[in-house]
């Protein structure tokens, strides 16, 4: 199973990302999906969650500035990120659990850099 991010970059402050995650593989079922970061010298942080069922949740400082999404069709999931702050600046993973060829996985994409400049 396999993860791959695009759409990291480089915004000024206010402006505005859409992250992409693809998830690839033999995979029979995809539960949930998830982005988290880690900005330098800090831990990673659990950003954004969404179920298979597309229930939502939201780390409280990007609370009404992120949407996560997510395509069932494309194994695909998005992260639409607004009002983009210089402390938002990390590199961005994400993250799915869910049933595969031989058992279960639980995989990490190998991260986007998004860096907010003031």
């Known amino acids: 199973v396999r993860l791959v991010e695009s759409g990291g970059g480089l915004v000024q402050a206010g402006g505005s990302l859409r992250l992409s995650c693809a998830v690839s593989?033999?995979?029979?079922?995809?539960?949930?999906m998830a982005w988290y970061r880690q900005a330098p010298g800090k831990q990673r942080e659990l950003v954004a969650t969404?179920?298979?069922?597309?229930?939502?949740g939201y780390a409280d400082s990007v609370k009404g500035r992120f949407t996560i999404s997510r395509d069932n069709l494309k194994s695909t999931v998005y992260l639409q990120m607004n009002s983009l702050k210089p402390e938002d600046t990390a590199v961005y993973y994400c993250?799915?659990?869910?049933?595969?060829?031989?058992?279960?996985?639980?995989?990490w994409g190998q991260g986007t850099q998004v860096t907010v400049s003031s």
């Open positions: 593989g033999s995979i029979f079922n995809i539960h949930d």
């Open positions: 993250n799915s659990d869910g049933s595969r060829v031989g058992g279960s996985y639980d995989n």
């Open positions: 969404i179920t298979s069922g597309g229930s939502t």
